[in-house]
């Protein structure tokens, strides 16, 4: 929306109200572009009234029993639950299906359409809302007009071609109409607003409505299967699941974020593009808010003046398809890991891992076990996302098909280490790639010596020796922000000790070494059975209870839960003042583990359990672009240091490996780059 003058953001929420529908957000989004841009007169209207919507949060954890209750319904009133259930599971499973197709398609590489977090948790816990809506709709109809639903089987081929004919005729017209009602500036405000909170969309952006608009809806399209039967007095229920089906697929192609031009659809002499629309089209609602009314044709827009042209660019934009300048290596981590894939869920790609209470470790990995084992009968690994570097390398995550139980077992690591070096090798054929990074258990000690054993296996192989093909851990990187994340810590330098579980690893020796040479005051009591640190402030213990008595404490290796239990259990509700009985002095467990699990603290109420060593980048920074931080259990722009650690070796094309012990010395470098990319720690809320 451009002015004379640049407001603030804040300044220009429309009527849809979301931040994310700022004029700034819309251009960020490539939702317009110089040709298709609105003037100041066509766009004024959008700051008429202000949503009410922006803070909507609705309650999702009861959504199964809403979706169990018409079955109840159905019993009490007897009535049949198959028509309901058929139609509704069918519209659920084609739903997910496209969000699926979608994303691997066409979001997994389209790193400049970038969906904003808040956008996605809000239309994952309401993109169904109306499918289950339309379920309990249903059961009323069943019992007013049984003969809409179980007319005899052989009026399904006649029923459909007048479902067809009602939805030109009725629903077409019916909805232009509607939806330009629902544009008055009050009922934007109060229904139809939040759905335009969604500037750049998803499939399932259409099914994403106010509670009070899915009734306007019902009544809309109803007319496509009730009509014929008023007319007709039959009607079969499996055309008005196919209808309601096929629907949704049509209305989810509409907001498909993509760019489809066919000479079928725009040329001026084909009749199609009056009578059946593109992605664009309703891309183009989306973004001049009074235009492209039309449901799927088009031809009612050019009949009443509001059709408006628009293109969208971003993919125009986008490096070359083979361009992959650098590939992180990555794993499953567990089941946890798997419902976070996009490609599963693209509503859950960001936030925290869940987390299974009830299911045990061994129960979990034995069955992601048998997933591995299954992808590699089909695939050698699996393409994640696509990300651009600085505006121009592109990075890719790319992971081997194994599971948590392939870095525990140590008859495996050899096959581990195999699929590693045949990812760098066809990666590097097939796109040239030189740049390698090794994601957490991949650069296990145990496995492969940090590292240090890929190494060795790139430069004997007799196809990568002279590839100059280099393998990075970013190690330095994830000790650098350790060591920052603990010295910025509020009175870290009146701080008499810490309690360290991980020191004895390369990140937590390389952090101890630091710390006991910038800080030669501060006490370092190491929780290990090996003594590999030699100082006068170096003490070691083995029993982890002693982590109590001292006020911060250092996670940075995983142990069992069971472990935590037992230690703490003699302690657990008792008072941390110093003039009790039992006290303790712990308040702060920092952690930098990955994943990240937290440990149960009940009965220590002064006890806060923190994950660190997370970086954040800024969303206007031209360091990252893309999805580069989803499926990782993180926030959106947030990065591990070990992932950032890699991609700045690439960007300042570091010609050695990094792997092996961490030099000390390196750590500051690489933060201090870091930062003059835009990185920083992620602030810890205490």
Not at 28 to 40: D, G, I
Not at 302 to 315: A, C, I, N, Q, V
Request: one cysteine or more; a positive charge; aromatic letters at 12%.
């Amino acid at each position: 929306m451009p002015t004379n003058k640049k407001p603030e953001a804040s300044t220009l929420v429309s009527s849809v109200g979301d931040a994310s529908s700022s004029s700034a957000a819309i251009l960020a989004n490539n939702a317009y572009n110089n040709s298709t841009r609105p003037t100041k007169d066509e766009t004024k209207h959008i700051k008429a009234v202000t949503s009410t919507h922006s803070d909507h949060v609705r309650n999702s954890n009861y959504d199964l029993l809403w979706f169990l209750g018409p079955a109840l319904i159905c019993y009490a009133l007897n009535t049949s639950i198959v028509p309901i259930y058929a139609i509704g599971i069918a519209r659920i499973i084609s739903t997910r299906l496209t969000l699926t197709l979608h994303y691997l398609f066409f979001d997994k590489d389209n790193y400049l359409n970038k969906l904003p977090q808040k956008q996605l948790e809000r239309e994952g816990d309401d993109y169904l809302v109306g499918t289950v809506l339309h379920m309990y709709a249903q059961i009323p109809l069943q019992l007013l007009f049984p003969a809409m639903f179980f007319s005899d089987p052989s009026v399904i081929g006649i029923s459909a071609k007048r479902a067809l004919i009602s939805h030109i005729l009725l629903v077409e017209p019916l909805y232009y109409f509607a939806h330009r009602w629902l544009h008055i500036p009050e009922n934007m405000k109060s229904m139809h607003g939040f759905h335009h909170l969604s500037i750049s969309t998803l499939p399932s952006t259409s099914l994403v409505q106010n509670f009070n608009e899915h009734f306007v809806y019902i009544a809309v399209f109803g007319p496509a299967f009730f009509a014929p039967f008023v007319l007709y007095g039959e009607m079969h229920w499996t055309i008005i699941g196919a209808y309601l089906v096929l629907f949704d697929l049509i209305n989810a192609y509409g907001h498909m974020n993509i760019k489809y031009r066919h000479p079928i659809f725009t040329s001026k002499y084909s009749p199609f593009q009056y009578l059946f629309y593109t992605p664009e089209f309703h891309l183009g609602h989306h973004a001049f808010f009074r235009a492209n009314y039309a449901l799927f044709m088009p031809i009612w827009d050019h009949m009443f003046g509001s059709w408006r042209e628009y293109k969208k660019t971003d993919t125009d934009k986008l490096l070359p398809a083979d361009q992959q300048d650098f590939v992180f290596i990555g794993h499953n981590a567990g089941l946890a890991h798997f419902l976070t894939c996009p490609e599963w869920d693209v509503y859950a790609a960001y936030g925290p891992f869940r987390t299974f209470k009830y299911l045990p470790y061994s129960v979990e990995f034995m069955f992601c076990n048998l997933v591995g084992a299954f992808c590699r009968l089909v695939m050698s690994c699996y393409t994640c996302s696509r990300y651009m570097i600085n505006d121009t390398l592109i990075g890719r995550v790319i992971c081997i098909c194994r599971t948590p139980i392939d870095y525990i077992n140590p008859k495996r690591y050899s096959l581990v280490n195999k699929d590693i070096v045949k990812l760098i090798k066809s990666q590097n054929k097939k796109h040239g790639t030189k740049c390698f990074g090794l994601g957490n258990l991949n650069k296990m000690k145990q496995v492969n010596d940090g590292g240090q054993l890929i190494s060795d296996m790139v430069k004997a192989d007799p196809e990568l020796k002279d590839k100059d093909i280099r393998v990075w851990t970013g190690d330095t990187m994830t000790a650098a922000s350790v060591y920052h994340q603990l010295t910025e810590l509020p009175g870290f330098d009146t701080l008499d000790s810490i309690f360290f579980v991980g020191a004895n690893g390369k990140i937590g020796n390389a952090v101890c070494k630091h710390l006991l040479t910038t800080k030669p005051n501060l006490k370092i009591r190491i929780y290990s059975l090996s003594h590999t640190l030699d100082h006068p402030n170096v003490t070691y213990t083995s029993d982890l209870a002693d982590l109590l008595n001292h006020k911060v404490v250092v996670l940075g290796k995983q142990l069992s839960p069971r472990k935590y239990a037992k230690a703490l259990a003699p302690f657990r509700g008792a008072s941390s003042k110093k003039q009790e009985l039992t006290p303790y002095k712990c308040r702060l467990i920092l952690d930098y583990t990955v994943p990240y699990i937290p440990i149960d603290l009940n009965g220590f109420k002064n006890i806060e359990h923190h994950q660190i060593a997370v970086l954040e980048t800024s969303p206007s920074s031209n360091f990252l672009k893309g999805h580069f931080d989803i499926g990782f259990g993180l926030e959106q722009h947030q990065i591990y240091p070990c992932h950032a650690g890699c991609i700045i070796n690439t960007l300042y094309d570091r010609k050695t490996d990094e792997v092996g012990e961490i030099c000390v010395q390196d750590m500051m470098t690489m933060w201090k780059r870091g930062q003059e990319l835009g990185l920083s720690n992620r602030p810890l809320k205490f």
